[in-house]
């Protein structure tokens, strides 16, 4: 579970196509044509004038002489990543569908955005923020293609969702918090099962370190740090509740019990506290809202982008494809 502040830009559009079901991409040709037309594709990677054929006969590199080619090369790249690949393909054709059912279109302006709130999502200094996002897009693999889709993904699902985000005081609040408010900083084990999660608590109780206890047994992405989390505010909505109210009722280097979550159990530890940093909720309250209004597109994009994953699955003929999905889905 990562800090909302560290996720706010990929959230809908890398986490999410790493966890949802395929879409169907078997639409008729004559209806992806019109799908596809002027305005509801902008920023999409377009083919280039090679044709396909004469890109594959075309050899891939030469080694000592000897090329390498597109067949052999293939298989491995589609085992690697291929289901990865085709539930970011599927995604767009359905966002595109989406977008002309309500009449939208993304453009250039809208790209535009998203590209800078993905800057702004990773930090405050602009030569930081983009030292960051180069950093990201090397850990993800986005090249100039994938980026480029990934931007388009993002402003898709953001025009989508703006039409029924309403915002509200409470929001406003959380926000504030987030910004403003305390945070603490704890340790997290996730395990899939409660005597998985009881028998690390009585190690950890006996004398092991949290650490590597939770860099050991731990399914959290948090376990290769020891399970160390950013600070969390108490009002942080990208935290469950019941997570959150045992955090910030635990002591210093308290333990917890073990807390359902909805994919496992949690232990956490009370790290350290940071207090506020006593801003007026009056005066911040602009840049509150529009912090909020950020945080619910998010939540609305991801929660449209999973009812759109339910609503088809492709049919794979592609051995190497079909291999790689299974593995993703294991």
């Known amino acids: 579970m990562d800090r909302r502040g560290q996720r706010a830009f990929v959230a809908c559009a890398i986490a999410v196509c790493g966890s949802i079901a395929l879409l169907t991409g078997c639409a008729p040709k004559q209806r992806g044509e019109v799908l596809g037309g002027a305005g509801s594709s902008a920023g999409l990677p377009q083919s280039g004038g090679q044709s396909a054929a004469a890109a594959i006969d075309r050899p891939l590199a ?28 599927v995604l767009e054709r359905a966002l595109r569908q989406e977008l002309v059912l309500a009449a939208l279109t993304i453009s250039d302006a809208a790209l535009a955005q998203e590209e800078q709130a993905a800057l702004e999502s990773l930090s405050s200094d602009p030569a930081r923020a983009a030292q960051l996002l180069e950093a990201l897009r090397d850990a993800q693999a986005l090249g100039k293609t994938r980026w480029t889709a990934l931007v388009w993904r993002n402003a898709a699902l953001r025009a989508l969702a703006r039409r029924d985000v309403r915002m509200s005081e ?161």
Not at 66 to 85: C, H, K, N
Not at 175 to 191: I, K, M, N, T, W
Request: some cysteine; charged content about 25%; hydrophobic content about 45%.
């Open 62 to 89: 030469i080694l000592g002489g000897q090329s390498i080619s597109w067949d052999e090369v293939r298989p491995r790249l589609v085992e690697m990543a291929g289901a990865t690949i085709l539930q970011e393909i």
């Open 170 to 330: 409470e929001h406003i609040r959380e926000a504030f918090d987030v910004a403003h408010g305390p945070h603490r900083v704890a340790r997290l084990l996730v395990v899939p099962d409660i005597a998985t999660a009881s028998k690390a608590r009585e190690r950890i109780v006996a004398g092991e370190s949290f650490a590597v206890v939770t860099a050991h047994l731990s399914t959290d992405s948090s376990a290769p740090r020891g399970g160390l989390l950013a600070p969390i505010a108490k009002l942080d909505p990208s935290f469950p509740p019941a997570f959150r109210e045992v955090l910030f009722a635990l002591k210093q280097d308290e333990i917890s019990q073990a807390i359902l979550l909805d994919n496992g159990y949690a232990i956490v530890q009370l790290c350290s506290e940071i207090p506020g940093d006593g801003a007026d909720p009056t005066a911040t309250r602009a840049e509150n809202e529009r912090i909020a209004r950020r945080a619910q597109e998010r939540i609305e994009m991801d929660r449209i982008a999973r009812i759109l994953a339910r609503k088809a699955t492709p049919t794979i003929f592609d051995d190497a494809l079909a291999e790689s999905w299974r593995r993703q889905a294991r």
